[in-house]
T-cell receptor, first 111, second 115 residues
């Protein structure tokens, strides 16, 4: 059974710092991995999708990497801003056709 | 604008009173699903649909029903809601069932409280 873990569970940093959020999964047979952002009480916004054949994806200040063989992904946030404060979720999809989510990393960036 | 919409966004109801949460997508996606999100448990899939008239159970289907009569709509039905169904519900859709490029798009969520 696929299990997805995110570390740390919470993170509080001053503005301007570069951050790394971690995601690990137990079954490497995945089709892709997706990173989401969730603001309090709101829906999920897709940030990046990494296909199983890819190593990384970039969007603006965000860079996500994928090491399928070791069951790990990282989300790198450069030059963090208070507007980055949210919960970040990673999720994998495999041959069961559904997303398996981690429990998230709650990020707070203070001015 | 490409999007997944849900209605209502907020709902307070009482035990046993049937309700329906609607979900609609305008992206011609084949795959649609429902999730619930609970503190400490994360997001769990309730039901999914691979195409019109094709639905199947997810991880936590008890107490829920779905239907997929049209490609764009995937309503979630609670025939007799109970307090343990108080949760934040999300509808999601993606282009196809499988494949490595299968980005999932989520609706804004429906916060349901069952008294």
């Amino acid at each position: 059974k696929q299990e997805v873990t995110q570390i740390p569970a919470a993170l509080s940093v001053p503005e301007g710092e570069n951050l790394v959020l971690n995601c690990s999964f137990t079954d490497s047979a995945i089709y892709n991995l997706q990173w989401f952002r969730q603001d309090p009480g709101k829906g999920l916004t897709s940030l990046l999708l990494i296909q199983s054949s890819q190593r990384e994806q970039t969007s603006g200040r965000l860079n996500a990497s994928l090491d399928k063989s070791s069951g790990r992904s990282t989300l790198y946030i450069a030059a963090s801003q208070p507007g980055d404060s949210a919960t970040y979720l990673c999720a994998v999809i495999g041959n069961t056709d559904k997303l398996i989510f981690g429990t998230g990393t709650r990020l707070q960036v203070f001015p | 604008e490409a999007q997944v919409t849900q209605n209502p966004r907020y709902l307070i109801t009482v035990t046993g009173k049937k309700l329906t949460v609607t979900c609609s997508q305008n992206m011609n996606h084949e795959y649609m699903s429902w999730y619930r999100q609970d503190p400490g448990l994360g997001l769990r899939q309730i039901y999914y649909s691979m195409n019109v008239e094709v639905t199947d159970k997810g991880d936590v289907p008890e107490g829920y029903k779905v239907s997929r009569k049209e490609k764009r709509n995937f309503p979630l039905i609670l025939e007799s809601p109970s307090p343990n169904q108080t949760s934040l519900y999300f509808c999601a859709s993606s282009l196809s069932r499988t494949g490595s490029y299968n980005e999932q798009f989520f609706g804004p969520g429906t916060r349901l409280t069952v008294l």
